[in-house]
């Protein structure tokens, strides 16, 4: 069964300075992969997806996220952090039909 | 274009008792997600609905059911609504329901059980 898995519960991490949140992944096929960030009290906003093609991929809000298929792994990078930035982050995997299994998430303190 | 909307916004109810929640998706999606988000068990799939028909199903009791119109609207029940039902409920609006579409999330509604 398709399943992700991000390590760190809670990341603190000063303003200016860079991040990146860790998502691995278990699925059987070639996975389409996505980053999805939620603020409190609202949806999520998808940051990235990942489906074929280059490994390294570009999102909105300057992340980016590395698709690295011997590590399983689809880690969320971004060189300088803004207090914006603060928030939960969802890494997800595409499953049957466009059934979306999501990770634990990350919650991402800035701090100034 | 407007955004996923989900009415209402914050509901309460009290065990017993049965719940409908609303979801317009945006124009021109014909496919859309429900997803149950509590701090147990994170976000988990509820059902996805295409052109009026249920087409993939998560792993939930049959007290959550849904539908969708001819518009694209879809609503889902909860009925005989338990204490552990209390979630943020998420839709999900895509083109077709394609792997490589793009889902666009609506705010959620907040259903608190009593």
């Known amino acids: 069964a398709q399943s992700v898995t991000q390590p760190d519960i809670h990341i603190t991490v000063s303003e200016g300075a860079s991040l990146e949140l860790r998502c691995n992944y278990s699925?059987?096929?070639?996975?389409?992969l996505f980053w999805y960030v939620q603020s409190p009290g609202q949806g999520l906003q998808l940051l990235l997806k990942?489906?074929?093609?280059?490994?390294l991929v570009q999102g909105i809000k300057g992340f980016e996220a590395e698709f690295k298929r011997s590590q399983s792994s689809f880690n969320l990078r971004k060189p300088s952090v803004h207090w914006s930035d603060a928030a939960e982050y969802f890494c997800?995997?595409?499953?049957?039909?466009?059934?979306?299994?999501f990770g634990a998430g990350t919650i991402l303190r800035v701090k100034s | 274009k407007a955004g996923v909307t989900q009415t209402p916004r914050y509901l309460i109810k009290t065990r017993g008792q049965q719940v409908t929640l609303s979801c317009s998706p945006i124009?021109?999606?014909?496919?859309v997600s429900w997803y149950q988000q509590t701090p147990g068990q994170g976000l988990q799939f509820l059902f996805e609905?295409?052109?009026?028909?249920?087409?993939n199903k998560g792993n939930f009791p049959g007290r959550f059911s849904g539908r969708q119109f001819s518009n694209s609207r879809s609503e889902m029940n909860v009925s005989t609504l338990e204490l552990g039902d209390s979630a943020l409920y998420l839709c999900?609006?895509?083109?077709?329901?394609?792997?490589?579409?793009?889902?666009?999330f609506g705010p959620g509604t907040r259903l608190t059980v009593l």
């Open positions: 999900a609006s895509s083109l077709v329901g394609q792997k490589t579409d793009t889902q666009y």
């Open positions: 699925y059987g096929a070639t996975p389409y």
């Open positions: 990942y489906f074929s093609g280059d490994t």
């Open positions: 997800a995997v595409g499953a049957r039909g466009n059934k979306l299994v």
């Open positions: 124009s021109g999606h014909r496919s």
């Open positions: 609905y295409f052109s009026e028909t249920q087409r």
